[in-house]
């Protein structure tokens, strides 16, 4: 991708358990951590995403690594899991007030 804001088809497939190859565009950077959850392509030409695929390839056990990482970062933003943040975070603001 050219441009991201926040990355749904990376949050999307970090779920699918697949490794991550994107280039460093929008908030992706910020949300994810390079080489650990996420592998980033330096320039966003063909040549440039070919070279990090075959990288990607070629290191099979780094990637499932990653792939790991990168699902359980992303099952911390299915909805459950942040709405409970927030009615913990809610339930905190009223009792302060109260």
Excluded: H
């Excluded at 070919?50 to 933003?77: F, G, L, P, Q």
């Excluded at 459950?80 to 905190?92: A, G, H, L, M």
């Amino acid at each position: 991708t050219s441009y991201e804001s926040f990355g749904l088809a990376v949050l999307e497939a970090a779920l699918c358990g697949i490794p991550i190859l994107s280039s460093k565009v929008g908030a992706l950077p910020y949300l994810w951590e390079e080489n650990n959850e996420i592998f980033f392509s330096e320039e966003i030409t063909p040549e440039a995403f070919r070279d990090a695929i075959v990288d990607v390839y070629n290191d099979y056990d780094k990637a499932i690594s990653i792939a790991k990482k990168a699902r359980t970062k992303a099952e911390s933003y299915d909805m459950d899991v942040v709405s409970q943040t927030w009615y913990r975070k809610f339930d905190s603001w009223t009792k302060t007030e109260g």
